[in-house]
């Protein structure tokens, strides 16, 4: 009886040394799923192959024989050895595989839990095994019962809902303040890889206008075509202030380029309106007295990675419910799984007697030739409610033996004790 | 008959406040599920209970003090199911159902007839005034809550150490949306409810306030209202002012609750 198994290394087993070893591109991978399949071990394979893990998932009467296989062939391609892989190797079979699946696919295994790429690798991986028919009805059901689920975790947890990255948390906090952000005003001062991720993330999210200053008028310009936005002059940042919802700044200034006094002036004309500034600068850009005015929010980059830091809290408190929930599905997956092994069991026995049943009423029709029509419905009545009657409870035990598992050497049982041939029909 | 109803209500919302606040710190989606659905099976048992009531005493059950608290709570249980799903704040049954709890438990402890209202009191034109008054009420618990949730909210962005509340509650645009649509839904109310009130005072009286320390400190409550929503509509107050505005308003009100209910008046004795 085959088996479903997955083998492989990620992030949590073997070093990026070995990882980059293996991990191959699409065109590689189609090359060695071809072969590995090929090789008749596998009856199904999907290979996952990113930059933190590399894993086989497969369908095999020996996975250790299936493993070796495709491990050896992956090694192949950049001159690894099996011996030197396989150390680091986990191999988890049946529900453990199940589970495994799932949680990977759910982005509770990933190195950044939450972290949104997984899912397109995933599939990447399940598109890649069906174009090299590589895929059964097995990994079939179990790949795209683990896209519902990762779907099922990222809208019923908030594994993935808070930022991780300081630019991404700027613009979640300026949510909470502003609720949406279309139409709200940027004013960035400075320029800075990060600052001006956080400005993009702000444009995408409908910001509208933008201001662009810098002490550099060329550069101002130059940003303002970037951003889709207008250029203003240095001098002018704090009339500007007045005028905007969310300030980032991020210059190379060895002092405070906003002072308290310039806010304080700009906030008379705003009726409470809030300001946010985002201070990416270091030394800071923004006088730290600011945050303590009205309706004024001032975030430094220290105070962007302390929120940074409780989203990553958080998100370990909703992975807890996430596992809870992959738990679930994997529970009912298997139960199904199980259900279905039942199932081509009851199929032959129900043939069977059927085919025992039209026999006999055949029968009893050439005894009976001069029946009529009342005579003969109640013979079919009566020779049907006989099998349904002998079937039902065989059919009721077998699906429940199958929920605790011991199911296979009772369908082997049912077999032999009604001749119904070997279990290599069923397949 | 009406009792075994009110009691009924009254453990529909114990349950919606204790599922409600298990949603706040789990935030589970079918426990907030459940606790919208005890909400709803309350907010039915009570709208039930008032309706028997009043056929069972053949007038509007606005009669006592612990009555009106009752229309309060029913108004502000139904705009809370509202304004959840207007503002998409799930959080908010959590902080108006403990207040609705609480009042109906403490309305149930008061002695029967406690504070009934004067006999001479008893006509369809004090009903009016007492229900508007009431429904101005219950916008004003949502008012107060808004305000509340405004200041916690506001005080964890300051802090800048995003606690559990941080993520639960929602912006503060939100926030003061609401809490300032809850003022405008309430001010009408209260002012006609306030004026109805003054206006029979004055006819069987002579005079408005006369001696009544609950129609003072309401008059109070309205102006503290009043002077919100002009600087709201004039000065464009809003956030952290216009919530501790909310939040005195609220005060106000419920001195006038304890005004009516330990200081003697001409409400009721």
Not at chain 1, 168 to 195: C, D, H, N, P, Q
Not at chain 1, 208 to 234: C, H, S
């Amino acid at each position: 009886m085959p088996e479903l198994f997955v083998s492989g290394l990620s992030h949590k087993t073997a070093p990026i040394a070995v990882r980059e070893q293996l991990a191959v591109e699409e065109d590689k991978l189609r090359e060695i799923l071809v072969d590995v399949h090929g090789a008749g071990v596998l009856s199904e394979v999907v290979i996952l192959s990113t930059c933190n893990r590399v894993e086989v998932y497969g369908v095999a009467d020996v996975p250790g024989e299936a493993r070796a296989l495709a491990f050896r062939r992956l090694g192949q391609h950049r001159g690894v050895d099996l011996a030197q892989v396989e150390p680091l190797l986990y191999t988890k079979s049946g529900t453990e595989a199940v589970q495994h699946c799932f949680r990977v696919a759910a982005s509770l295994d990933s190195m950044l839990l939450g972290e949104p790429q997984i899912l397109g690798q995933v599939k990447d991986a399940f598109a890649l095994a069906q174009d090299c028919q590589a895929v059964g009805p097995l990994l079939h059901h179990l790949w795209t019962q683990a896209f519902a689920v990762a779907k099922k975790v990222r809208t019923e947890t908030e594994l993935a809902r808070h930022a991780v990255s300081v630019s991404y948390a700027a613009v979640e906090l300026a949510r909470k303040i502003f609720g949406t952000l279309e139409g709200k005003a940027v004013l960035l001062i400075g320029a800075g890889k990060m600052s001006e991720l956080a400005a993009k993330h702000l444009v995408d999210q409908g910001a509208f206008p933008i201001y662009v200053t810098n002490r550099t008028w060329a550069r101002a310009q130059e940003m303002a075509r970037a951003l889709a936005g207008t250029a203003v002059p240095f001098g002018a940042r704090a009339e500007t202030l007045g005028t905007v919802d969310i300030v980032i700044t991020s210059t190379g200034a060895p002092e405070p380029i906003v002072r308290r006094a310039d806010v304080e002036r700009c906030l008379q004309g705003r009726r409470s309106r809030p300001l946010f500034f985002i201070d990416i600068g270091v030394p800071r850009d923004v006088e730290p007295g600011v945050n303590e005015l009205e309706a004024v929010f001032c975030y430094d980059i220290d105070d962007l990675r302390q929120v940074v830091e409780s989203n990553l809290r958080e998100r370990l408190r909703e992975a807890q419910k996430a596992e809870a929930l992959v738990e679930r599905e994997v529970a009912k997956f298997t139960a199904r799984a199980q259900d279905l092994e039942v199932v081509p069991t009851i199929v032959s026995l129900r043939e069977r007697l059927e085919a025992i049943r039209r026999g006999e009423v055949e029968r009893a029709y050439g005894i009976l030739p001069n029946a009529d029509a009342q005579t003969r419905r109640a013979i079919e009545a009566m020779s049907q409610a006989i099998v349904n009657k002998i079937l039902h409870a065989p059919t009721v035990k077998l699906r429940e033996l199958s929920r605790g598992g011991h199911v296979r050497s009772w369908t082997e049982m049912v077999h032999e004790l009604f001749g119904l041939g070997g279990r290599g029909e069923e397949k | 008959m009406n009792l075994i109803l009110f009691d009924s209500a009254l453990v529909g919302y114990l349950l919606a406040t204790v599922l409600a606040l298990v949603h706040l710190v789990q935030r589970q989606e079918a426990i907030y599920r459940l606790a919208v659905l005890a909400t709803l099976a309350g907010w039915v048992l009570h709208t039930l209970a008032l309706v028997v009531r009043g056929v069972e005493v053949g007038r509007p059950p606005l009669g006592t003090l612990v009555e009106a608290m009752s229309v309060v709570g029913w108004a502000a249980v139904l705009l809370t199911l509202w304004a959840e799903r207007q503002y998409r704040v799930k959080v908010l049954g959590a902080f108006v159902l403990p207040l609705v709890a609480l009042s109906g438990v403490s309305g149930a402890w008061l002695p029967p007839g406690f504070r009934d209202l004067a006999p001479a009191l008893r006509n369809a034109w004090i009903s009016v005034h007492v229900i508007l008054a009431m429904l101005g009420i219950a916008a004003f618990v949502l008012n107060f809550v808004g305000g509340v949730m405004y200041l916690l909210q506001e005080h964890q962005l300051k802090a800048k150490r995003p606690g559990a509340l941080y993520y639960r509650l929602p912006s503060l645009e939100t926030l003061d949306r609401m809490t300032y649509r809850a003022l405008t839904l309430g001010f009408p109310f209260l002012t006609l409810g306030l004026l109805l009130g003054a206006l029979w005072a004055r006819t069987a009286w002579g005079s408005v306030f006369a001696f009544d320390p609950l129609a003072l400190f309401s008059f109070l409550a309205w102006l503290v209202y009043a002077a919100t929503l002009g600087g709201r509509a004039v000065a464009g107050w809003r956030g952290r002012r216009a919530a501790y505005f909310a939040v005195v308003g609220f005060g106000v009100l419920l001195l006038t609750l304890g005004a009516g209910l330990l200081l003697p008046g001409r409400h009721g004795s």
